[in-house]
């Protein structure tokens, strides 16, 4: 099976390497364009996705890869049932304003399901990895160490999206596990907190791309974690346009539904 520790090890030195190339640039100064979306983009997106793409070539030669800027530029790769899912710069709202949640993100996909992930925070020098039926990590200055989810107790708490949070949000949340704490954290931090046993669930009640979530989800899933589509089964990916329309993250246990909350245009 392609999904190994060598493969896994080769992407973490790929993330690594992607955020030195975004903290260069940063420290240099960088423009922002909008992208046709009106989504904001920087030289340092496109930098740290040469970077990924070029040592996936080396590491798994042949797998297609699936990457943000690369979709943008209306390059998409023909693929079957495995593939890379990356976003080299997951957060640039957040990045361009200057703050430190943001992240590199570098999944593998197996029949629809993620199975390898790395997450990297360039800000921090901080990087979770999973490989699914093997465990996750954190490395951080500190050093390495496993982690894992933490079993849903009477003390609770969430974590979501900054820029997402909404009366919905805060409704779902109240019926999934009752009244809570949150956090708010941006990029795919979102799932590491939940699989390093933080907090206990992250419920995303808007779209995402699958490029967004896919390394974040791999590395709840090797923590013990799951994560939910609105129809209740797990969170699938190749969907079309690589869309998800939303979905939750919980530290194993199964939370409710969120279809019931989600914007009536995601619902089809």
């Not at 997106?45 to 970077?51: N, Q, T, Y």
């Not at 949150?182 to 799932?191: M, Q, T």
């Not at 939940?194 to 899933?221: F, K, N, Q």
């Amino acid at each position: 099976m392609i999904a190994d520790p060598r493969l896994l090890a080769a992407c973490t030195e790929a993330a690594r390497s992607a955020g030195e190339a975004i903290l260069h640039l940063v420290e240099r100064g960088f423009a922002v364009e909008a992208k046709a979306d009106r989504s904001p983009v920087t030289e340092c997106d496109r930098a740290a996705e040469a970077i990924i793409l070029e040592a996936l070539r080396t590491a798994a030669p042949g797998v297609p890869v699936i990457a943000e800027e690369e979709v943008a530029a209306g390059r998409i790769p023909a693929h079957g049932a495995t593939f890379f899912l990356v976003d080299p710069l997951d957060g640039t709202k957040e990045f361009v304003r200057g703050g430190a949640d943001y992240t590199v993100n570098i999944g593998l996909v197996v029949d629809g399901a993620p199975v390898l992930g790395v997450v990297h925070q360039p800000a921090t020098a901080t990087g979770w990895s999973g490989l699914v039926g093997h465990g996750a990590w954190r490395d951080d200055p500190a050093g390495r160490r496993a982690i894992s989810v933490r079993p849903l107790g009477e003390t609770r708490a969430a974590v979501a999206s900054k820029s997402h949070f909404n009366q919905a949000t805060a409704d779902y949340l109240e019926r999934a596990i009752g009244l809570c704490d949150h956090v708010a954290v941006g990029s795919s931090l979102k799932f590491c907190v939940v699989a390093e046993g933080a907090a206990d669930i992250y419920p995303r009640l808007s779209p995402t791309s699958e490029w967004d979530t896919a390394a974040g989800h791999a590395v709840l899933l090797a923590a013990g974690g799951r994560c939910d589509g609105p129809d209740a089964a797990p969170l699938a990916y190749g969907k079309p346009a690589f869309l998800n329309r939303g979905f939750v993250a919980t530290g194993g246990w199964p939370a409710p539904s969120v279809a019931p909350f989600l914007p009536d245009f995601t619902r089809g």
